[in-house]
């Protein structure tokens, strides 16, 4: 892990660290129409996340935040509003750009894992390169090398069955990671785990985003919240309040001024 | 290497979803396997109706002398008519449509035909070279009677598969030898099979017309007239025999009108009967076929729609991680194509086997030789696979449109 980290950081230099916007948003509106009825769901969300940086969502039930990351994740599409993602505007995006543009740069982990069940540890990992185009044997290899990133290569040839809530979701977060991704958007990835396990899912999403990769994570617990840099807090569409976590932050510093 | 990839991810999901896909299978298998039996009763059905009219000509009239039963121009009924040489090439020359015609010249009984210490009585047929296409003689041996016995008058003679075991004893070479019949030497020239199995189609010897008239004192009288029709209609055979008739009534001066003057029996128009019954019943076999065939794709859409229904959840986790809606569909496409041409195949296999299994055990009358327009048989299979297509490219085409956050909601 040491080894990863030294590689990649230099490309992380300062200044380019802390300016380059990652994903920003401005005046994002959804609404969902529902028969009759229509529910404004986001009701214009200004938001900067820069590069590096792991952020919590936070926000009752219904505040919009599963939006947020779903429009954020290319998954959903808002109405009304800019959405740059690495710079680019994300405009009028048919279902195929979409799916490459996740493909590229975007890596998901959900609360119920998502994995396909017909498929082993190291088939589900590998997944993603299959739709890069990456040939079958050069996958089958990197899969092998995240799996033991996670700690899950004496796993591979199992069924997500066979895993424990733990093992599910860093195979998960193994699948997410393995195809390189600038951010990863973790949707409650602990809402289906017990503590112990939740905080070592947390220190891996501290680990991996140490490596310089945008983390997005939706949760409802105040412990994982505080786990990250930034808590946002959404309510009623609105952001509510944003503010730097001051636990996380040593890490990050620790990090940059290295 | 792409699309050999491809392939492995389709053979990796068939793999580890082998109930689904025998399922699928299954009824496609299932669905060309009975179009192919219904297919190959109906041939069989057919083949036996065939068979059964396989004796003699199809489309044939006969006509045989007769007795007038109503008065005609001065003459009083009870007259009898009779054929005479003149008539055959009359009837050869001036009506249109006959194909073949031949004049029969019978001495029923009283012949006695030897060779050596054997002898039998057996009826003597004068005919035309013709003849052999109008009654379907099968040729064992030999050659049939020719133009040139005919003009000659030679004393040549074609006898039965029976007449030669009865007279040819041990085995002995008849080909060629000198039978002699009512103590005239004929040379034999052949040895026929009449395939209806009746004793007494078997029980006769043939010799031409001429000869028999000639050596037997027939003078210019024939027995009767037999005329094929190539391959016209029941209706245009009716309009053949009625030329024929009314020709007749003129020439030997008796009301056209009277049925009994001279007999006729039209092959065609009975033949016609039969085939329409058989047209009916092999129409039928059709409909069945098709039913069979709508059920297999009503079967196959149906598994089609569960089985993306069932995957929703997968595509939308393929799509999250960066499958387009184009490699979605294709997939599972791919993947149908596959199973319902792999299964279809089975069916095709099973179904002919079993038909060719069963073809030399069945032999009844008016059911013989099941077998399958292979033509046919593919043309469903590819139908079937075709079907199993559109089944599964509407639905794989919505789950591909389906937004993938809908397809990972949890329930």
Same mark, same amino acid.
């Given at each position: 892990m040491?080894?990863?980290?030294?590689?990649?950081?230099?490309a992380?230099s300062g200044?380019?660290?802390?300016?380059?916007?990652?994903?920003?948003?401005?005046?994002?509106?959804?609404?969902?129409e529902?028969g009759?009825n229509?529910?404004?769901?986001?009701k214009g969300?200004d938001?900067?996340?820069? $590069?590096g !940086?792991?952020?919590?969502?936070? #926000?009752?039930?219904?505040?919009?935040?599963?939006?947020l990351?779903n429009?954020l %994740?290319l998954l959903?599409?808002?109405?009304?509003?800019?959405?740059?993602l690495?710079?680019?505007?994300i405009?009028d995006?048919n279902?195929?750009?979409?799916?490459l543009?996740?493909?590229?740069f975007?890596?998901f982990v959900f609360?119920?894992?998502?994995?396909?069940?017909f498929?082993?540890?190291a088939?589900?990992?590998?997944l993603?390169?299959?739709?890069?185009g990456?040939?079958r044997?050069?996958?089958n290899?990197? $899969?092998? !090398?995240?799996?033991?990133?996670? #700690?899950?290569?004496?796993?591979a040839?199992?069924?997500?069955?066979?895993l424990? %809530?733990?093992?599910?979701q860093r195979l998960?977060?193994?699948?997410?990671?393995?195809g390189?991704p600038?951010?990863i958007l973790?949707?409650?990835p602990t809402?289906?785990?017990?503590?112990?396990?939740s905080?070592?899912v947390?220190d891996?999403?501290?680990?991996?985003n140490?490596?310089g990769?945008?983390l997005i994570i939706?949760?409802?617990e105040?412990?994982?919240?505080?786990?990250?840099?930034?808590?946002?807090?959404l309510r009623?569409?609105?952001i509510?309040t944003?503010?730097?976590n001051?636990?996380?932050k040593?890490?990050?510093?620790?990090?940059?001024?290295? | 290497?792409?699309?050999?990839d491809?392939?492995?991810?389709?053979?990796?999901?068939?793999e580890?979803?082998?109930?689904?896909t025998?399922?699928?299978?299954?009824?496609?298998?299932?669905?060309?396997?009975m179009?192919?039996?219904?297919?190959?009763a109906?041939?069989?059905?057919q083949?036996?109706?065939e068979?059964?009219?396989?004796?003699s000509?199809?489309?044939?009239?006969w006509v045989w002398?007769?007795?007038?039963?109503?008065?005609?121009?001065?003459?009083?009924?009870?007259?009898?008519?009779?054929m005479k040489?003149?008539?055959?090439?009359y009837l050869?020359?001036?009506?249109?449509?006959i194909d073949?015609i031949?004049g029969?010249?019978?001495?029923?009984?009283?012949?006695?035909?030897?060779?050596?210490n054997?002898?039998?009585s057996?009826?003597?047929?004068?005919?035309h070279?013709?003849?052999?296409?109008?009654?379907?003689?099968?040729?064992?041996?030999?050659?049939?009677?020719?133009?040139n016995?005919?003009?000659?008058?030679?004393?040549?003679?074609?006898?039965?598969?029976?007449?030669?075991?009865a007279?040819?004893?041990?085995?002995e070479?008849?080909l060629?030898?000198?039978v002699?019949?009512n103590?005239?030497p004929?040379?034999v020239?052949?040895i026929?099979?009449?395939?209806d199995?009746?004793d007494?189609?078997?029980?006769?010897?043939?010799v031409?017309?001429?000869?028999a008239?000639?050596v037997?004192g027939?003078?210019?009288?024939?027995?009767g007239?037999?005329?094929?029709?190539?391959?016209?209609?029941?209706?245009?055979?009716i309009?053949?025999?009625?030329?024929m008739?009314s020709k007749?009534?003129s020439r030997?001066?008796?009301?056209?009108?009277d049925n009994?003057?001279l007999?006729?029996?039209?092959?065609?128009?009975e033949?016609?009967?039969?085939?329409k019954l058989?047209?009916?019943?092999?129409?039928f076999i059709?409909v069945?076929?098709?039913g069979?065939?709508?059920?297999g794709?009503v079967g196959?859409?149906n598994?089609?729609?569960?089985?993306?229904?069932?995957?929703?959840?997968?595509?939308?986790?393929r799509?999250?991680?960066?499958a387009?809606?184009?490699?979605i569909?294709?997939?599972?496409?791919?993947?149908a194509?596959?199973i319902?041409a792999?299964?279809?195949?089975?069916?095709?296999?099973?179904?002919?086997?079993?038909?060719?299994?069963i073809?030399?055990q069945?032999?009844t009358?008016?059911?013989r030789?099941p077998e399958?327009n292979?033509s046919?048989?593919?043309g469903?299979?590819a139908?079937?696979?075709?079907?199993?297509?559109?089944?599964?490219f509407i639905?794989?085409?919505?789950?591909?449109s389906i937004k993938p956050?809908d397809?990972?909601?949890?329930e």
């Open positions: 040491a080894l990863f980290m030294i590689i990649l950081l230099p992380k200044s380019h660290f802390n300016n380059t916007m990652m994903i920003t948003l401005n005046n994002i509106h959804k609404t969902y529902t009759s229509s529910l404004h769901v986001l969300i938001l900067e996340v820069g $590069a !940086e792991m952020v919590a969502v936070m #926000g009752s039930s219904g505040s919009g935040k599963s939006t990351l429009i %994740g959903d599409r808002h109405d009304l509003g800019d959405y740059y690495d710079g680019k505007l405009k995006m279902e195929t750009k979409a799916a543009l996740r493909n590229k975007l890596g609360q119920s894992f998502n994995l396909i069940s498929k082993n540890a088939e589900n990992v590998a993603p390169l299959y739709y890069q990456v040939s044997r050069s996958r290899k990197l $899969a092998m !090398e995240y799996l033991e990133r996670v #700690g899950l290569l004496p796993w040839a199992h069924l997500p069955n066979e424990s %809530g733990g093992q599910k998960a977060i193994a699948r997410a990671l393995i390189k600038k951010v973790a949707d409650e809402g289906a785990l017990d503590s112990t396990t905080g070592e947390m891996l999403f501290q680990e991996i140490q490596t990769i945008t939706v949760t409802h105040k412990d994982i919240a505080h786990k990250t840099q930034r808590i946002i807090k009623d569409g609105l509510d944003d503010h730097k001051g636990h996380a040593p890490i990050t510093k620790a990090i940059v001024s290295l | 290497m792409f699309d050999l491809k392939w492995q991810e389709i053979f990796n999901t068939i580890k979803n082998k109930m689904r025998f399922l699928t299978g299954f009824s496609v298998a299932w669905g060309i396997f179009l192919i039996i219904l297919q190959g109906g041939v069989g059905l083949k036996g109706v068979n059964e009219f396989r004796s000509a199809t489309n044939a009239i002398n007769g007795q007038t039963s109503k008065a005609y121009k001065g003459n009083n009924p009870g007259r009898e008519i009779r040489n003149d008539d055959y090439s050869g020359s001036q009506i249109k449509g073949k031949s029969r010249y019978n001495i029923w009984s009283g012949n006695t035909i030897s060779y050596k054997e002898s039998g057996y009826s003597i047929r004068g005919i070279p013709d003849y052999q296409k109008v009654e379907q003689l099968t040729l064992v041996k030999g050659r049939f009677i020719n133009e016995d005919q003009q000659h008058s030679r004393k040549t003679v074609l006898i039965s598969k029976l007449v030669d075991e007279l040819f004893k041990e085995g070479e008849s060629g030898k000198y002699s019949i103590k005239i004929f040379k020239v052949g026929f099979d009449d395939d199995g009746r007494d189609n078997m029980q006769v010897v043939y031409a017309v001429s000869t008239q000639q037997f027939g003078a210019h009288n024939l027995n007239i037999v005329v094929t029709v190539g391959d016209a209609t029941a209706k245009e055979a309009s053949i025999e009625n030329q008739k007749m009534a030997h001066h008796f009301d056209p009108t009994q003057a007999f006729f029996w039209n092959s065609v128009e033949f016609s009967r039969f085939r058989f047209t009916s019943i092999s129409m059709w069945i076929g098709i069979t065939i709508i059920a794709v196959v859409s598994i089609m729609m569960i089985v993306v229904k069932d995957r929703t959840k997968e595509i939308g986790i799509k999250a991680l960066g387009t809606p184009g490699s569909v294709s997939l599972i496409l791919q993947e194509i596959l319902t792999f299964a279809g195949y089975v069916g095709l296999v099973l179904g002919v086997g079993l038909l060719e299994l073809s030399d069945i032999d009358p008016f059911f030789q399958v292979l046919v048989a593919i469903a299979t139908l079937l696979v075709i079907a199993g297509m559109l089944a599964g639905p794989a085409k919505r789950a591909a956050i397809a990972l909601r949890d």
